[in-house]
């Protein structure tokens, strides 16, 4: 949960979990671990709303009780705070989210159990996969 809470791979530590701001990688450039499968949905804007929440809504009504201020000193005040904490975190809880995840093997929610992919072997002019089935 750390290394994609700082932004690096679940697998390696070293590669970039991102392509982009909040885009994951396709796969690590430092070890190749496919991450494209990886999805967190909601649960990071649902986990940063949480957080950024109690920080700004106690901090207004401290303010607020302290010294009383006028309205557009809470606007100035709380609304980029609101939003530059919302950017600042997204990244990081997405990425604790999808290192809960790694660590999990849940692969985003596709319901199919983790497993090597059966590879197809050519044998002869018929090609049947490593089960044994013919294709
Ligand atoms: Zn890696």
Redesign the pocket.
């Known amino acids: 949960m750390w290394r994609g809470t700082t932004g690096h791979?679940p697998?390696?530590?070293?590669?970039s979990l991102y392509d982009s701001y909040l885009k994951v990688a396709h796969t690590?450039g430092?070890?190749?671990?496919e991450l494209h499968h990886q999805r967190a949905d909601d649960a990071p804007a649902y986990f940063t709303i949480s957080i950024v929440g109690h920080i700004v809504v106690a901090g207004a009504l401290v303010l607020e009780r302290a010294l009383s201020p006028s309205t557009w000193v809470h606007m100035a005040l709380w609304l980029p705070l609101t939003l530059a904490l919302s950017m600042a975190l997204l990244p990081a809880v997405k990425g604790a989210l999808i290192g809960l995840q790694w660590s999990k093997r849940m692969h985003g929610f596709g319901g199919v159990e983790d497993a090597p992919e059966a590879l197809p072997v050519a044998t002869g002019d018929r090609a049947t996969s490593d089960t044994g089935a013919l294709r």
């Open positions: 791979c697998a390696c530590g070293d590669g690590c430092h070890c190749g671990a």
